[in-house]
């Protein structure tokens, strides 16, 4: 589902009273999905709603309202937003789970801070979903930790997300560890194929 920080269909959030806020927090919580939608399309940019947007996401069924909440958080964009994020990360949901990629992927300096506990998350499923969240981070960055992650990563499929990620903004510094990667992982031969492939693309090869 696509997310766009600046939508002029959504109204300035700075501009609402404080009446109108109160009563776009309450009415998260209506039994009317619209009425619950608008609410959260007009507390986009309020940080201060970022607490009551988080709890309203998750208790959320309806799809357009969940994404018109996400969408809100996203456009906050601060390290609260962040939080209530990334949990999502873990839901069994597919849409969810990419929804929450989407909204954290805009928000690159925002996640950077969290990525070194995500990368070294118990869950691979979720080391894999985090090589994705620093493809938007400066390039040395990315290269930094991602290759920090392939240097201790014993699981093929998050090295191969690793390596997609810095065959597209990895640095050179990244070859010395691409090369250790596809040798430890020889007997696995996509992965060397890939580790190669990459190292050809940063070197203005492939």
């Not at 959504?10 to 609402?16: E, F, Q």
């Not at 690793?162 to 992982?185: H, K, S, W, Y």
Request: proline share 6%; aromatic share 4%.
């Amino acid at each position: 589902m696509p997310f766009v920080k600046r939508d002029t269909a959504i109204p300035s959030a700075a501009a609402l009273s404080a009446d109108e806020f109160a009563a776009h927090i309450a009415a998260l919580g209506s039994r009317d999905p619209e009425a619950r939608w608008r609410g959260a399309r007009a507390l986009a940019g309020r940080a201060e709603a970022v607490a009551p947007l988080a709890v309203a996401l998750g208790v959320e069924a309806n799809s357009r309202v969940r994404e018109a909440i996400i969408t809100a958080l996203m456009r906050i964009g601060n390290a609260a937003s962040v939080v209530a994020l990334v949990p999502y990360l873990r839901s069994q949901d597919a849409g969810q789970r990419a929804a929450a990629i989407e909204a954290l992927q805009a928000l690159p300096r925002e996640i950077s801070p969290f990525l070194t506990a995500l990368l070294a998350d118990g869950d691979s499923d979720v080391r894999i979903l985090a090589t994705e969240l620093a493809r938007n981070l400066p390039a040395a960055e990315a290269t930094r930790l991602l290759c920090g992650l392939l240097s201790v990563e014993a699981h093929p499929n998050v090295c191969a997300a690793a390596i997609d990620v810095l065959a597209e903004v990895g640095t050179d510094d990244a070859i010395p560890v691409l090369e250790q990667c596809g040798r430890r992982f020889a007997s696995t031969p996509f992965l060397p194929f890939a580790a190669a492939k990459a190292i050809a693309l940063i070197s203005g090869e492939g």
